[in-house]
């Protein structure tokens, strides 16, 4: 079972921050928080992973709260490629992923 | 480059036909994973395995079958028992998995429909 939520839409404007929300009040210290996006008709593509401290990469940054309990996806420059559903989760024992039904993020030109 | 091959990109199968999707990696991961998406739907575990020769049942395995004989592979059978079978299957690898800090990598998907 999944052990985040996630709103299941939202829009952004095209060049603006996309800052997407994850709740996961139930994680446990050693638990990471992973982040992929799906385009349509494709296999979700990874984007990034973090513990406790803020992560970058070359496609969007982490920011997790220090109680661990909720986090944050930023893409910093929105563009129409990034609409994409957006999965926030926490792996099980074991690392086993679940996928819910995720964000449903919209970029409007 | 290193990733994940999954093939064909669209099978059509019979009814009472045994299908078999093919799955791929050179990412020299020890694991291998199956996943069923139906629309609109996330993504659900059909098997995994952690190592060659060895797999177990995930959240859906009734009327699949796997097996594993080499790191590189991880064919999946939907068989003629899987009264359902319309979905798009999805295989992903990672490193070892008991590590709780392995990411997953995905193919782009195998969408099997029925005639």
């Known amino acids: 079972d999944a052990k985040t939520t996630q709103p299941p839409s939202m829009d952004c404007a095209e060049g603006r921050a996309a800052n997407l929300p994850c709740n996961h009040s139930t994680i446990s210290g050693n638990e990471y928080v992973y982040w992929y996006r799906q385009i349509h008709s494709q296999g979700p593509q990874y984007i990034i992973h973090g513990l406790k401290n803020n992560e970058t990469n070359e496609m969007a940054s982490l920011i997790i709260t220090e109680d661990r309990k909720s986090s944050t996806l930023i893409l910093p420059h929105a563009t129409l490629r990034d609409t994409a559903v957006y999965y926030c989760i926490v792996p099980n024992t074991g690392n086993q992923f679940y996928f819910g039904t995720g964000t449903s993020l919209t970029v409007i030109p | 480059d290193g990733g994940i091959t999954q093939s064909p990109k669209y099978l059509f199968r019979k009814e009472g036909q045994n299908v078999t999707l093919s799955c791929e990696q050179n990412?020299?991961?020890?694991?291998m994973y199956w996943y069923r998406q139906d629309p609109g739907q996330g993504l659900r575990l059909i098997y995994y395995s952690q190592i060659v020769n060895d797999f177990q049942k995930g959240d859906i395995a009734e009327g699949y079958s796997v097996s594993r004989e080499k790191k590189e592979s991880f064919p999946l059978t939907v068989t003629s028992a899987q009264k359902n079978p319309t979905a798009f299957y999805l295989c992903a690898s990672s490193k070892v998995r008991i590590l709780s800090n392995q990411p997953q990598h995905f193919g782009d998907g195998t969408r099997l429909s029925i005639l």
């Open positions: 990412l020299n991961h020890d694991a």
